[in-house]
């Protein structure tokens, strides 16, 4: 039972890094040819979550320290 649960977090942290590693590519993409990809603004998306993050205050800042502790793979540790 163990392996199937590492089996199915693997390959869902798999799809994640794959995901975010789709964000540059998506901003840059956006960049050099003015259109959406797959029908996503990716940029205006960022754009506005930035803006409610910095509207919201120090409610704002609890939740990007939140959202960048799921995304800091080293939990403080360097490489």
Do not use: Q
């Amino acid at each position: 039972m163990e392996s199937i649960f590492n089996k199915v977090t693997g390959f869902l942290g798999g799809l994640g890094s794959i995901l975010l590693a789709l964000v540059p590519v998506s901003v840059l993409w956006f960049v050099l040819t003015g259109t959406d990809v797959f029908g996503f603004d990716v940029v205006a998306n960022l754009t506005t979550l930035v803006n409610s993050l910095g509207n919201g205050g120090f409610v704002g800042l609890i939740v990007l320290v939140i959202l960048w502790s799921f995304f800091d793979h080293y939990g403080g540790k360097k490489k």
